[in-house]
């Protein structure tokens, strides 16, 4: 996976606002589904499915299907510099996250994660 993400790569992923604020709650929350991620940054579902559309092909996202939800999660196997670049980034950023964690946290109907799932 080093050799296939390059720190150019994974900058170009990140370079959009929209790329960046939807990596940075998924590793805050560990697991989000598209409806979630729709409802944090207040954005369509076509916009943030593009987004994690190209995230996934980025090989920074990985997701899975549960009944009608499709959950999108870090690559595990991202290299370690990646993760720490990440988690910097987050620590740091808390503040440019708060409406979008504020609004996640309200969300009234989240979708239940199957306990004995990844």
């Known amino acids: 996976m080093s050799d296939l993400l390059s720190p150019p790569e994974l900058f170009?992923?990140?370079?959009d606002a929209t790329r960046a604020r939807l990596t940075l709650l998924i590793?805050?929350?560990?697991e989000l589904c598209v409806c979630?991620?729709?409802?944090?940054?207040?954005?369509s579902q076509p916009k943030i499915s593009r987004h994690l559309a190209?995230?996934?092909?980025g090989g920074l996202l990985v997701d899975?299907?549960?009944?009608?939800?499709?959950?999108?999660?870090?690559?595990p196997a991202l290299p370690d510099?990646?993760?720490?670049?990440?988690?910097?980034?987050?620590?740091?950023?808390?503040?440019?996250l708060h409406d979008d964690a504020q609004r996640l946290g309200a969300m009234g109907d989240r979708p239940q994660r199957a306990?004995?799932?990844?």
């Open 81 to 96: 510099w990646v993760h720490q670049v990440l988690t910097t980034t987050l620590q740091a950023n808390q503040p440019w």
């Open 54 to 57: 190209q995230l996934r092909s």
């Open 64 to 75: 899975r299907r549960q009944g009608q939800w499709i959950y999108y999660r870090l690559n």
């Open 12 to 15: 170009k992923c990140l370079a």
């Open 27 to 30: 590793l805050r929350e560990g």
């Open 36 to 43: 979630e991620l729709i409802h944090a940054l207040g954005d």
């Open 115 to 118: 306990s004995n799932c990844c």
